[in-house]
């Protein structure tokens, strides 16, 4: 989940709200997870009048996001993983 929250948010902010919208998780489980994201210095949270959105402004972040969602669309999809997936 969480590298699918930093490729979202590499492609623009959002609040916690609409980016656990964004990948199927509660809002809970998205602000756990963006604690630590913000932690590690892989996004950053700013505010914006009542409410904090958060987001990807490292260039180096965004390239390493973008190569790990390469590999993961190279990689052959097993019989489980279609499985898992419906197929």
Do not use: C, F
Not at 10 to 19: F, I, M, R
Not at 44 to 56: E, S
Not at 57 to 83: G, I, T, W
Request: no cysteine.
């Amino acid at each position: 989940m969480r590298l699918h929250i930093v490729w979202v948010l590499a492609h623009g902010e959002q609040d916690v709200g609409s980016l656990a919208d964004e990948v199927g998780g509660s809002v809970q489980a998205v602000s756990q997870h963006l604690a630590k994201l913000k932690l590690a210095g892989l996004v950053r949270a700013r505010r914006d009048g009542r409410r904090q959105v958060y987001l990807v402004d490292d260039p180096n972040v965004v390239k390493m996001v973008q190569l790990a969602v390469d590999q993961l669309r190279a990689r052959p999809v097993s019989r489980e993983r279609r499985r898992g997936l419906g197929t």
